[in-house]
């Protein structure tokens, strides 16, 4: 049998009896599910080893290394390029198998601790039940105290928060709040309810209390018009009825994968798309799976929002009006964002035969970059971006044309879409 199956059986063996300790046959199939994992755990640790079949970290680390020194030696070579990239994957790859071999031995750790905890109280016998229970209830005391602590830690955090809005009083507020959280899940279920029901409606209270404070609300409702209304009145079979329509949407069950390109061939019966902007989160830079679009048109939007729930790259699209914003839309472009064009700086006198070109996808080359210009002029070089330290290409880089009006001609494409994302084209000063 594989390790994976025998991995498989020990974990359904464990989960079982888990479910109902009180079964010593359960028991028993756990144990020898469990030693025939071990053993086989043993088996193939002992084959890796004596067959030399993989590399330490130590070992991956120094190829990395080397690779990433050759690579920064002569940057042109894409052989060397992707020996980079495949040290670096087998890497990673070695750290990830480090890290589960941890978990693992981790798990098994607990799970004898776990066991010889469950033995000793089958051998201690009912002899102590009366100690227990006051045990128990000095626990939930403890427990209570303890959650009452926290409760009143969020409230001062909260009102230190509003009396000064700093970026380190809103992360201590956060991290009260997850200490509470973390001391109410680790209750049991019947203490869980009783709290939820003394408790429920200062929770309610303190949320809404947070959203008012000016912490950013990303949810459906708050982005988007719960009712619309078209120019003929309220828009039937539309989700709501009674805002005014506007040329802008809000989308949102996105797939990952989604780009400017299949957005705009999704909407195209619709109207034009003017604008689309893709929400990230402001710490990792990460897609939240929504985003606004703008048509030219408020009929545009109408036709779009009449869309609502249909498949898009294999998820319900929801769709709606954007919510207006007091005092009007002051939204700026973000970085990367894409869906907006932003206008180059001024022609240099005389011209130049260098441009800088960003907002690439990480899957763009030599060959994709030259088919993409190829009627704007001669590309006679091009050097990509890439970090120092990791060798990760950064998303953008230089291109140099064989004369000005190759440049200019390439000028013209600012704001076009390349692989799925709106390219920023920009003059550059020629490199000595």
């Known amino acids: 049998m594989a390790l994976t199956e025998l991995e498989k059986a020990f974990k359904k063996a464990r989960k079982a009896w888990r479910a109902n300790k009180a079964d010593s046959k359960l028991k028993k199939t756990f144990r020898a599910a469990k030693a025939a994992f071990e053993e086989a755990k043993k088996t193939e640790g002992g084959e890796a080893k004596s067959n030399g079949a993989s590399a330490s970290l130590a070992d991956l680390e120094k190829a990395v290394k080397k690779a990433r020194k050759a690579f920064k030696a002569d940057k042109e070579d894409k052989s060397l390029k992707k020996a980079l990239r495949k040290a670096k994957a087998a890497l990673a790859e070695a750290k990830a198998a480090e890290e589960k071999k941890k978990e693992d031995s981790k798990s098994m750790e607990e799970e004898e601790e776990e066991e010889e905890e469950d033995n000793a109280e089958e051998n201690e016998g009912d002899g102590n039940e009366e100690e227990e229970e006051e045990e128990e209830e000095e626990e939930e005391e403890e427990e209570k105290v303890d959650i009452e602590a926290l409760k009143k830690d969020v409230k001062a955090k909260r009102k230190a928060w509003k009396a000064d809005k700093t970026k380190e009083n809103k992360k201590a507020l956060k991290a009260a709040k997850a200490a509470l959280q973390a ?250």
Not at 246 to 272: A, H, P, Q
Not at 289 to 311: H, L, M, N, P, R
Not at 355 to 378: P, Q, T, W
């Open 183 to 432: 001391a109410e899940a680790s209750s049991t279920a019947g203490k869980k309810r009783s709290r939820e029901d003394m408790n429920g409606g200062e929770s309610k209270a303190a949320m809404e209390e947070e959203k008012k404070d000016g912490e950013e609300d990303l949810s459906w409702e708050s982005l988007s018009a719960k009712k619309q209304k078209t120019e003929n009145g309220p828009s039937k079979g539309l989700p709501g009825g009674d805002v005014e329509a506007c040329e802008k949407c809000f989308i949102g069950n996105l797939s990952w994968d989604i780009t400017d390109d299949v957005t705009r061939d999704f909407f195209k019966d619709c109207g034009e798309l003017t604008d689309i902007f893709w929400l990230k989160d402001k710490e990792t830079d990460r897609f939240k799976g929504c985003g606004f679009i703008t048509f030219d048109s408020v009929e545009g939007a109408v036709k779009a929002v009449a869309k609502a729930g249909q498949d898009l790259m294999g998820r319900d699209l929801k769709i709606n009006f954007a919510k207006p914003r007091p005092g009007g839309d002051r939204r700026t472009p973000r970085k990367g964002g894409g869906g907006q064009k932003k206008e180059p700086s001024q022609r240099p006198e005389g011209g130049t035969r260098t441009v800088f070109v960003g907002n690439l996808s990480f899957d763009i080359d030599d060959d994709g970059m030259r088919k993409f210009a190829e009627d704007c002029g001669n590309i006679t070089n091009i050097r990509w971006l890439s970090d120092r330290n990791t060798g990760n290409f950064k998303g953008c880089g230089f291109l140099d044309f064989d004369s000005v009006e190759g440049v200019d001609n390439f000028m013209k494409k600012n704001g076009s879409s390349l692989m799925g994302r709106t390219i920023r084209i920009d003059y550059a000063n020629p490199r000595n």
